[in-house]
């Protein structure tokens, strides 16, 4: 089968290696389409995250200084066991069971959170049957959208409220749209990049703004809702400088969720400011752990059922670029040097 490397930071290649075994619990799934994440794989790809130093202690949940091979080290390959780094949004065919799988019958299409390579052997019960109405190359958007839904959870959206959405990638476009599948009365956008503010206003963004414009953008917020700032916002840049605007886009006594997953230390972050005078409030959301208060109502079963089911309502294509497996590291290199070009790249795979 063939799997990506890392040999170095930004340094990737396609490589062969020897097919999985297959268990008896097991199926072998032949990749159709894979969909790789331009923040958290980008991070990897430029050696920023954590992991290449660190390790999550399981006991403590405390990031803590790694030891011998705890750490990632180069080379790193696509299946290395539990290397989510290179690629977790998978979508296939069965071509082969184990003897004890039930459920499951060759030929069908799944889902499974597995990296960028043609072939995944994993237990049965790691994958999610594909509906057979759904094109099977939107499902490389189920991981974000669980990610997101547990966002759009958090933020708790009211019928009529005013949300922003601070950046526009991937996770700030879905954001956006369920933001008003939610009942918000505007959405309002923020990004650079011109090509993702006319996409969110094509999919149902009210309106974008450029942070680069020169506008106070809080104060713009302000005008358009009676002084009092927005309901809801969202930061989903990875940018602690937009972190710090999001605070002072929210309305008193309010709570940013967070989406970001930031890297290094907190440029650009002032909490003497609107963060203290107006008691604004912090909360991470991410995608492994949801509120206390929605976990038993929220099961992952339903959660998951679910998003598989909203995809088919959400506006995907204008979002899509699709690349064939063989130039990944040229799309690697394009994300990194040109992110204005793209919202979400898609491998294509032989089938």
Same mark, same amino acid.
């Given at each position: 089968m063939k799997i990506l490397v890392y040999d170095a930071p930004k340094t990737?290649?396609?490589?062969?290696?020897?097919?999985?075994?297959?268990?008896?619990?097991?199926l072998r799934v032949q990749t159709l389409y894979s969909g790789m994440s331009h923040g958290t794989e980008m991070n990897v790809y430029r050696?920023?995250?954590p992991q290449f130093s660190k390790i999550n202690d399981p006991e403590t949940r405390l990031l803590l200084p790694a030891e011998g091979q705890q750490a990632w080290t180069y080379p790193v390959r696509s299946c290395d066991p539990g290397m989510?780094?290179?690629?977790?949004?998978?979508?296939?065919?069965?071509?082969?069971k184990g003897a004890k799988v039930a459920g499951f019958?060759?030929?069908?299409?799944?889902?499974?959170?597995?990296?960028?390579?043609?072939?995944?052997v994993k237990d049965a019960s790691e994958f999610i049957k594909v509906p057979k109405d759904l094109d099977p190359k939107y499902v490389i958007f189920f991981f974000n959208l669980?990610?997101?839904?547990?966002?759009?959870?958090?933020?708790?959206?009211?019928?009529?409220?005013?949300v922003v959405v601070s950046g526009l990638g991937l996770l700030g476009q879905l954001c956006a749209q369920m933001a008003k599948m939610s009942g918000a009365a505007k959405v309002y956008g923020i990004d650079t990049y011109s090509h993702r503010r006319q996409a969110a206003e094509k999919n149902g963004c009210d309106e974008t703004f450029d942070?680069?414009?020169?506008?106070?953008?809080?104060?713009?917020?302000?005008k358009r809702?009676?002084?009092?700032?927005?309901?809801v916002v969202l930061e989903v840049s990875g940018n602690t400088h937009a972190l710090n605007e999001a605070i002072?886009?929210?309305?008193?006594?309010?709570?940013?969720?967070? *989406?970001?997953?930031?890297? &290094?230390?907190?440029?650009? #972050?002032?909490?003497?400011? %609107? +963060?203290?005078? =107006?008691?604004?409030?912090?909360?991470?959301?991410?995608?492994?752990? *949801?509120?206390?208060?929605? &976990?038993?109502?929220?099961? #992952?079963?339903?959660?998951? %059922? +679910?998003?598989? =089911?909203?995809?088919?309502?959400?506006?995907?294509?204008?979002?899509?670029?699709?690349?064939?497996?063989?130039?990944?590291?040229?799309?690697?290199?394009?994300?990194?040097?040109?992110?204005?070009?793209?919202?979400?790249?898609?491998?294509?795979?032989?089938?």
């Amino acid at each position: 089968m063939k799997i990506l490397v890392y040999d170095a930071p930004k340094t990737m290649r396609v490589d062969e290696a020897p097919d999985f075994p297959l268990g008896e619990n097991d199926l072998r799934v032949q990749t159709l389409y894979s969909g790789m994440s331009h923040g958290t794989e980008m991070n990897v790809y430029r050696n920023l995250v954590p992991q290449f130093s660190k390790i999550n202690d399981p006991e403590t949940r405390l990031l803590l200084p790694a030891e011998g091979q705890q750490a990632w080290t180069y080379p790193v390959r696509s299946c290395d066991p539990g290397m989510w780094g290179l690629g977790y949004s998978n979508v296939g065919k069965v071509i082969e069971k184990g003897a004890k799988v039930a459920g499951f019958e060759i030929g069908d299409i799944v889902y499974s959170s597995s990296p960028h390579q043609t072939q995944v052997v994993k237990d049965a019960s790691e994958f999610i049957k594909v509906p057979k109405d759904l094109d099977p190359k939107y499902v490389i958007f189920f991981f974000n959208l669980m990610t997101t839904y547990n966002a759009i959870l958090d933020a708790r959206i009211k019928l009529g409220d005013v949300v922003v959405v601070s950046g526009l990638g991937l996770l700030g476009q879905l954001c956006a749209q369920m933001a008003k599948m939610s009942g918000a009365a505007k959405v309002y956008g923020i990004d650079t990049y011109s090509h993702r503010r006319q996409a969110a206003e094509k999919n149902g963004c009210d309106e974008t703004f450029d942070p680069l414009s020169g506008q106070d953008i809080a104060l713009e917020i302000r005008k358009r809702t009676g002084n009092r700032g927005a309901d809801v916002v969202l930061e989903v840049s990875g940018n602690t400088h937009a972190l710090n605007e999001a605070i002072r886009i929210a309305a008193p006594e309010t709570t940013v969720i967070v *989406v970001s997953w930031y890297q &290094s230390e907190a440029r650009g #972050l002032y909490l003497a400011d %609107e +963060f203290h005078h =107006n008691r604004i409030g912090l909360k991470q959301s991410q995608s492994a752990h *949801v509120d206390p208060a929605f &976990s038993t109502l929220y099961s #992952l079963s339903r959660r998951q %059922e +679910f998003c598989m =089911n909203l995809l088919k309502q959400l506006s995907l294509d204008n979002l899509i670029n699709m690349v064939d497996y063989q130039e990944a590291p040229s799309a690697y290199e394009h994300v990194d040097q040109h992110p204005e070009d793209v919202i979400q790249i898609v491998f294509r795979y032989d089938s």
